[in-house]
């Protein structure tokens, strides 16, 4: 273990200050990322400062209907919300099929987002690998990639981003609350996490020093009627190998609307805007849940080992969706 420095500021506009003023300086929250990638050498900060005493750990209704969950809200409490319960299933249940019960009661919000990848060249500094050292190449892209994305990856990178809680979050539409040098921002979450392009190493759009203080789920009629579904390699706590975060609302059979994002093929959540237009103004049922899949999935380039990916989606897709409708 190599040495650093820990902090505890206490408040929002003394840790962005220290981020601002040390370019090795990391936020920590529930820790249970960091410190496993500190442990393995793949991340070294010099000082660590701790912002789980700020002031960010309620869930509140908000006056338009929706909520606003602060940064700090640990997983499990926010699983357990009664409003979370009620009004977004789906957030909920993406909560639950993540992690074990222990990292969930450490687990917070704002680092549930902004966790790296669990590609595992990426966790062993022997390896090449551009995120963690730009320019080494990836040793992924001809290696064991079965876990890996299928869809926007690049030569540079193809690996998934592993949040369950941000592939409900998108689909909900979720915005980000920001602070940064220049002060409160909002970024639709949908807008949070890059492709990895020929910058891998760079995750997200926040600039350096950027805190996530809160995030916005709005009110919406489809998120009563939301779902999570993920398949993964044990029952018990596994990464996805695949899921699916729906919400549908139907007048009669007919898709009045509807929000599809998948997990765990992306450098980011990837909400399928082309199978939820497939699917706006049509008749329900599983055939069409299944071309509107496929429309999505025509732009996936599996590798050589996780071509399963496409029809796992696919499945998912029609599982998720069929159930929402009654027609399971
Ligand atoms: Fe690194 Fe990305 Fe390649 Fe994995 S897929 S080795 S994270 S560059």
Redesign the pocket.
């Known amino acids: 273990m190599r040495p650093f420095r820990y902090h505890r500021p206490t408040d929002v506009a003394e840790a962005v200050a220290l981020l601002d003023r040390e370019p090795d300086a990391a936020y920590l929250a529930g820790g249970t990322n960091l410190v496993d990638l500190m442990k393995l050498g793949v991340q070294r900060p010099g000082l660590l400062v701790d912002v789980t005493r700020l002031p960010l750990d309620t869930v509140e209704a908000l006056p338009d209907g929706g909520v606003r969950i602060g940064a700090t809200v640990r997983n499990s409490d926010l699983a357990a919300h009664p409003v979370i319960r009620r009004e977004y299933p789906v957030l909920a249940r993406a909560l639950l099929a993540a992690a074990s019960g222990q990292l969930r009661n450490m687990a917070t919000t704002g680092g549930n987002l902004l966790q790296r990848?669990r590609?595992p060249?990426?966790q062993d500094v022997s390896?090449a690998?551009?995120?963690?050292e730009p320019g080494t190449g990836?040793?992924?892209?001809h290696g064991q990639n079965r876990d890996?994305a299928v869809l926007g990856w690049s030569e540079?990178?193809?690996?998934t981003h592993p949040s369950d809680m941000a592939v409900a979050l998108a689909a909900l539409d979720a915005v980000v609350e920001v602070h940064d040098r220049n002060g409160p921002r909002q970024i639709p979450l949908a807008e949070l996490h890059r492709i990895p392009g020929d910058r891998?190493e760079q995750e997200t759009t926040l600039p350096r020093g950027a805190l996530i203080t809160a995030v916005r789920v709005p009110a919406s009629p489809l998120a009563r009627r939301s779902t999570y579904h993920k398949a993964r390699d044990r029952a018990s706590f596994a990464f996805a190998a695949g899921s699916v975060a729906a919400a549908l609302d139907l007048a009669g059979d007919v898709v009045r609307d509807v929000r599809i994002a998948y997990g765990a093929v992306a450098h980011r959540p990837w909400r399928a805007y082309r199978a939820e237009e497939t699917l706006r103004g049509r008749t329900f049922s599983p055939d069409l849940a299944a071309q509107a899949a496929d429309v999505e999935l025509d732009a996936a380039r599996p590798l050589r080992h996780n071509a399963f990916k496409v029809p796992l989606i696919r499945n998912l897709t029609v599982r998720a969706l069929a159930e929402l409708a009654g027609q399971p």
């Open positions: 990848t590609c060249y990426f390896k690998c551009n995120k963690r990836c040793a992924a892209l890996l540079h990178c193809v690996a891998p």
